[in-house]
């Protein structure tokens, strides 16, 4: 029988937060590496890229996503989540390299496919981790420090791109992306074995068959379905998949759609810094005001902040004005994914939490699949620079419809 953890004692948040920022740092690299490469990709005449290969590129990398958030998500909640992260981190490594030394467009995206895989595992499997472990009243800040570091991650990108391209290679990206794998020992020493605290104990009767495993999955997916989280369950799926299409569409698309708006390679990788950036920092001030009660408002208020700074940066602006609304797209566009798994965190159960994260994120991921190649064929149909940043604004105007639609109290029940 697997044990049930005990509560983390205090002294061990801080070092399970630090972890989970580290591993979602990896998250946020790899997910702003596509823009960053981007340009650079399209001036090598050698790969023979054009402009709809970011968009296809960006859909096979979150075409893999799902498969990651859904297995990860209920891994998490059968065996704990010390091994299904532990493996997820090796895999990406092991991806980024096969991605690195890919020699032709099909090689690279397959190398995406896979490094989609394993970045649709993390941030279920460190939401759930860091909520079991958030102190009470402190888990959107908690959740807020770790999805921050996405933002971090893709900053350090945007960092490298910006003093590596374009004189060297894009694949230098990619190599710095294998270095991640030096965290596999330290996941394996610091996140504790076994279930979540208030796991069901009827969830371990099957535990050594097949049909058992298979049963309990299909249980665990049913309960999200149950009377009370039916219509919560929808809606948060529907408000991820936006969340996904806008975060996945502006991260792939944001240098190059700025680039055709007449900035060069440097000045449109300044703007991605300036968006990563206020996506960590801003996140960390929203989520202080969304454990005080108003998690709704806030989702709903970063899916409208979103749309209005992507909005203001189609048009022509003093740079510094510009840089600063950059920031501000960047809190609302990935500040909406972040208050949606917060959401999700708290609409759960911890028996359930992981499951929850990981099939509406895997849901959610079908977004992220959509979301680059619908940019592609936005830009590729309209000649006007502006059309990039309009078709930006859409997933985010129907992602703060749906969010006011989601239930008040975002609990289906007692945990």
């Given at each position: 029988?697997?044990?049930?953890?005990?509560?983390?004692?205090?002294?061990?948040?801080?070092?399970?937060?630090?972890?989970?920022?580290?591993?979602?740092?990896?998250d946020g690299y790899d997910l702003f590496a596509l823009g960053t490469?981007?340009?650079?990709?399209?001036?090598?005449?050698?790969?023979?890229?054009?402009?709809?290969?970011?968009?296809?590129?960006?859909?096979?990398?979150?075409?893999?996503?799902?498969?990651?958030?859904?297995?990860?998500?209920?891994?998490?909640?059968?065996?704990?989540?010390?091994?299904?992260?532990?493996?997820?981190?090796?895999?990406?490594?092991?991806?980024?390299?096969?991605?690195?030394?890919?020699?032709?467009?099909?090689?690279?995206?397959?190398?995406?496919?896979?490094?989609?895989?394993?970045?649709?595992a993390l941030a279920p499997l460190v939401s759930a981790l860091v909520s079991?472990?958030?102190?009470?009243?402190?888990?959107?800040?908690?959740?807020?420090?770790?999805l921050g570091s996405i933002g971090v991650g893709g900053t350090a990108s945007a960092l490298l791109g910006r003093f590596l391209?374009?004189?060297?290679?894009?694949?230098?990206?990619?190599?710095?992306?294998?270095?991640?794998?030096?965290?596999?020992?330290?996941?394996?020493?610091?996140?504790?074995?076994?279930?979540?605290?208030?796991?069901?104990?009827?969830?371990?009767?099957?535990?050594?068959?097949?049909?058992?495993?298979?049963?309990?999955?299909w249980r665990a997916v049913a309960e999200l379905f149950s009377p009370s989280a039916r219509r919560g369950t929808v809606l948060l799926w529907l408000a991820t998949f936006m969340s996904m299409a806008l975060v996945y569409s502006t991260t792939a698309w944001l240098p190059t759609v700025m680039m055709r708006s007449g900035?060069?390679?440097?000045?449109?990788?300044?703007?991605?810094?300036?968006?990563?950036?206020?996506?960590?920092?801003?996140?960390?001030?929203?989520?202080?005001?969304?454990?005080?009660?108003?998690?709704?408002?806030?989702?709903?208020?970063?899916?409208?902040?979103?749309?209005?700074?992507?909005?203001?940066?189609?048009?022509?602006?003093?740079?510094?004005?510009?840089?600063?609304?950059s920031a501000l797209a960047g809190l609302g566009s990935l500040g909406c994914q972040n208050m949606i798994i917060a959401c999700m965190s708290a609409f759960y159960p911890p028996h359930l939490r992981g499951t929850g994260l990981g099939v509406g994120l895997g849901a959610g991921r079908i977004g992220a699949i959509v979301g680059p190649s619908y940019l592609s064929a936005a830009t590729a149909m309209a000649s006007s620079p502006r059309t990039g940043f309009v078709a930006f604004m859409i997933p985010a105007v129907l992602g703060a419809a749906i969010v006011a639609l989601l239930p008040r109290t975002l609990s289906p029940g007692p945990e």
């Open positions: 029988m697997t044990a049930t953890l005990a509560p983390p004692a205090t002294r061990m948040r801080t070092g399970m937060l630090a972890l989970a920022c580290l591993v979602l740092f990896i490469i981007g340009p650079s990709l399209l001036h090598d005449r050698s790969w023979g890229a054009h402009p709809s290969t970011l968009g296809t590129l960006g859909s096979v990398t979150a075409a893999g996503m799902p498969f990651g958030s859904i297995l990860a998500g209920w891994s998490a909640d059968r065996w704990g989540r010390r091994v299904p992260l532990a493996l997820s981190v090796g895999w990406i490594s092991v991806s980024m390299l096969a991605t690195a030394l890919a020699g032709d467009l099909t090689q690279l995206g397959a190398g995406r496919f896979c490094t989609g895989i394993g970045i649709g079991d472990g958030a102190p009470a009243g402190r888990r959107t800040l908690h959740l807020a420090v770790a391209l374009p004189e060297h290679g894009f694949q230098s990206i990619f190599w710095i992306g294998v270095v991640p794998v030096v965290l596999v020992p330290l996941i394996w020493v610091m996140v504790p074995a076994g279930r979540p605290q208030h796991a069901r104990p009827e969830a371990t009767r099957h535990e050594t068959t097949r049909v058992g495993a298979a049963r309990d999955a900035y060069n390679l440097g000045s449109s990788l300044e703007f991605m810094i300036a968006f990563s950036v206020g996506a960590s920092a801003g996140g960390l001030v929203v989520s202080l005001l969304a454990d005080r009660g108003h998690l709704k408002l806030v989702t709903l208020g970063t899916f409208v902040l979103a749309a209005l700074a992507l909005l203001t940066l189609s048009s022509n602006q003093p740079r510094p004005l510009l840089l600063a609304v």
